[in-house]
């Protein structure tokens, strides 16, 4: 491996990682189809297949990496296996019945190239954040979004139902919004003078005009975000709800920096409940309306990571601060990684979800909830009952046996308490599902040194998916 690639200390590089977005969108897939889920257009088969082969090469392209920088090996050889992945994506991509040979071709080897471009960039910009498998699987959502964005916005594949259902709006509006930031984000990284104070600022405004007037709905996103909150009483009660947690947020960490001392970690997992608040109510209530609001929290994430990092005032100083009190022994590196995870791993099962809210009755409630049960419930117990309670160790773990039973305890009262209240319809093979998922997230709860906040949902969206 490359000298200059400084992964995370003091963890494995976690190339299995590599592994559960594919395995994610296979599971996704086939879980709709054979649960006859409701279907949000006629190009979402077609996408979502393009979406799995994608995910299978940049797959191959990090396993490949691994096994290069890992086993001396010939160039010969070594050139069989850089071109590996290249092809099963092209092979992938020609049995799908969109494409042609030519095509395929094109874009098999351009994707995983493309891939391994970003995947090294992000390795070696941000040295001590990620682990090779951390890394691979955000890369990897990152290509795939930008996929699926593009491809929607551009009409690559037709989408009727966009102009017609709420949801299809503000998909559309979410994906156009992403794409602009990540357009502002790697103009910042090109160009230095972006990062002085007055044209950081201009380029944010000229961010937010370029999202909230963009001609992807009719009308324009602004107003069609407007009319679509407005339009029904029980929206602005849960965004009233939303706001009354983000006051309590900040006020949690404005008391956190009022203290000299380190946030301990049931401090840290107070987070873990706010989110599980917002996600369900939101999953249950207005799932259209949590779809777009997790896409404007992790939109806000990135802008204030930005003024951290670039120090950017006046509010930069607080950010830096709050960061240090707040910090995860993962987050060694530039990045506030703990956070980003913890609301991207509670949010990837809605963006994995080709249709996750749909007008009738939800097939894949359960599926949806993974991350929250996972992160949110389970990871949040097995921390709090493990630090006060736990004394019988696992063996080449720091985690404990009594924490492992509280996962996954947790995770099946909450279940249960769902069921009780109406809210999911559980069979005997989803209940097996659910157990079987809830024991293979709390031993990789107790035994992996990768993020959990990213780990731990992909992990129980995949099992609690076979059912």
Known sequence: MSQRLLPRPLASNGGWLCLLLPLALVISYLHAHTTKAPVCNTSTNASHRFLIVIAIGTCMRTLCFLLNSCVETGLAIKSVINLLPGTVASLCFALLPETTWILSVIAGFLITALYQRVYLSVLRGFPKTFTLGEAAILVQGLVLFLFNATSRIYALFPLEAKLTTDFGQLNAIMQSALICLFIACVLLALLPRLRQPVPFYLLMALLATAVTC???TQPMPLIALLRFIFSDQKRLYIIVFYLLLVALTCATVSWQLGNS???????RKIFHLLIVLVFVPGLVYECALLYIASGIAFAIFVVLELIRLLQMPPFG???????????????????????????????????????????????????????ILAVGVGDTAASVVGSKFGRNKWSNSTRSLEGTVAFVVSILLSVWALELGGILNMTQAKWFATVFAALNAALVEAFTDQVDNLVLPLVFYIFVGLA
């Open 214 to 216: 963009a001609p992807v």
């Open 261 to 267: 001392t380190q946030a301990n970690t049931r401090v």
């Open 317 to 371: 100083a607080t950010l830096v601060q709050a960061f240090e009190s707040f910090k995860d022994v993962k987050d060694a590196g530039q990045l506030a990684l703990t956070p980003f995870c913890l609301l991207i791993g509670c949010s990837l099962p809605i963006w994995l979800t080709s249709c996750p809210c749909p007008t009738s009755t939800n097939p894949s409630l359960l599926m949806l909830l993974s991350g």
